[in-house]
Structures are given as structure tokens and as C-alpha cells.
């Protein structure tokens, strides 16, 4: 069985610089946070809405949240 992911955070801000620091500051893609990317279905009628990343820590999350949000 995978990962889980249960953490949950939007941002609009650029994956150039919000993936870089999940790197830098929460660990590894796919292992401690996953990107997953704009909703389709929104982004028909919100074409610069947010991005979505989700975390298996709860401390990861609220740094993700304090930062980007």
C-alpha cells in the first residue's frame, strides 16, 4: 500500500518556486508531499486557479500553509 497523503493545501503562487521549496524545506516529491496540480474541471472557469499539493505530515502542511497561502 502507498503513501497516504491526508493533508490537503491550494496555492496560486508558480510551481517554479513552491516545488523547489517543498524540496528544499519538506522533504522529498512523492514521499513527503505531492503535487497534484490544477483541477481540471476548475480550471475551465478559473484558467489561474490554484494549485493543489498534498502532505502526509500535519507540520509539513502548516509550513506549507504559512508560507503559500
Not at 8 to 37: I, N
Not at 53 to 65: D, Q, R, S, T
Request: with cysteine; glycine share 6%; proline share 6%.
Amino acid at each position: 500500500m502507498g503513501i497516504k497523503f491526508l493533508y490537503r493545501a491550494t496555492t496560486t503562487s508558480s510551481m517554479d518556486q513552491v516545488v523547489p521549496w517543498c524540496e528544499q524545506h519538506l522533504g522529498k516529491f512523492d514521499q513527503d508531499w505531492y503535487r497534484l496540480g490544477r483541477d481540471p474541471a476548475a480550471d475551465l472557469m478559473y484558467p489561474l486557479g490554484p494549485d493543489i499539493y498534498w502532505f502526509n505530515n500535519k507540520k509539513y502542511h502548516m509550513w506549507f500553509l504559512l508560507k503559500w497561502s
